[in-house]
């Protein structure tokens, strides 16, 4: 867990506390930025590039636009 397979195409940072990163290989990592810790690897079926991500303020909600144009 914590690496990408491919380059990164998205990057959300939250209260300056974690790094979200989205990816060629379709895979979100949840990063803490204190140690650079890879905390949890999202990854979907959907074998396509992440395009963009936006994170609701209070951190519970994450949405991920896909090249094939699925949003998750």
């Known amino acids: 867990m914590g690496v990408h397979e491919g380059t990164i ?3 959300q940072i939250y ?3 974690y790094l979200i ?3 060629e290989d379709s895979t979100i990592i949840i ?3 204190k140690d650079w ?3 949890h690897k999202l990854q ?3 074998k396509s590039k992440v ?7 209070s951190g519970k909600i994450l949405l ?9």
């Open 51 to 57: 395009v963009s991500m936006s994170l609701h303020h």
């Open 15 to 17: 209260k300056n506390k």
């Open 31 to 33: 990063w803490r930025c």
């Open 64 to 72: 991920a636009l896909y090249e094939n144009k699925v949003l998750r």
């Open 9 to 11: 195409s998205s990057v």
């Open 44 to 46: 979907i079926k959907n």
């Open 37 to 39: 810790a890879p905390l």
């Open 21 to 23: 990163s989205g990816s």
